[in-house]
């Protein structure tokens, strides 16, 4: 049976604390993802909180970030015209969707844990027995998703995605809008992380797959193909 997977992308291209530093989607968390279920045969929509356009982060563009599977999506029409215009969740039937697929930069950190829309999706998603996947902050889509019993999805879950370490690292301690890592853990997650920052760390709990960083996106999409 061909599976189809719900590709999740963000809206927002600015830190909503500093307008003057953009940010977006982090390309080859999606290319990554989108190559591996696409060589296995899988349908996919990409998806953002309100529908449209996803901007790219501009760091994830220039090397050694751009790698060649990035490259070669920011070098395709067609597929860039893919980020022009998302669905949006309410335009989405959870029926028609095997796993839902959250992917990261910075933008989804402002965007993705208040979507009542995509909370609904993937709560169908996973009670239905589907996958709930996540690479770096894209786990910010979890924050607030609670199942039918009103428990948090993540709730007692082994769990990885970008720490504060890494952000730290980053340097972009100041310009976030929370400390996800610890925000996961008041949640109830049993977050761990890799000893070396940006290195490639996937964790598999059940039907819940998370990745760590943007190293962690091909391991990441792989282990989700796996399991469907």
């Not at 060589?39 to 982060?57: D, K, M």
């Not at 952000?167 to 610890?182: N, T």
Request: with cysteine; glycine share 10%; proline share 5%.
């Amino acid at each position: 049976m061909n599976r189809r997977i719900l590709m999740v992308v963000t809206n927002v291209d600015r830190y909503e604390g500093d307008p003057s530093h953009p940010t977006g989607l982090w390309l080859s968390e999606l290319s990554h993802a989108y190559d591996i279920f696409a060589e296995r045969g899988f349908a996919q929509t990409i998806v953002s909180p309100a529908g449209g356009r996803s901007p790219l982060e501009p760091r994830s563009l220039r090397f050694p970030n751009l790698d060649g599977s990035a490259r070669s999506w920011r070098e395709d029409p067609e597929r860039m015209a893919l980020l022009e215009d998302t669905a949006a969740p309410d335009e989405i039937d959870s029926a028609d969707y095997d796993a839902i697929y959250f992917t990261g930069g910075h933008g989804v950190m402002f965007d993705f844990p208040g979507s009542e829309g995509l909370q609904r999706i993937t709560r169908e998603i996973y009670e239905r027995g589907g996958v709930v996947g996540a690479v770096c902050h894209g786990y910010c889509g979890l924050l607030e998703t609670r199942l039918s019993d009103g428990s948090h999805l993540v709730a007692g879950r082994d769990l990885t995605g970008f720490s504060w370490r890494e952000e730290v690292l980053a340097r972009v301690d100041k310009l976030v809008p929370y400390d996800v890592e610890a925000q996961m853990k008041e949640r109830g997650a049993r977050y761990s992380k890799a000893l070396l920052p940006f290195v490639s760390n996937t964790v598999v709990d059940g039907r819940l797959v998370t990745g760590q960083n943007p190293g962690s996106a091909k391991e990441t999409a792989m282990r989700v193909a796996a399991l469907l």
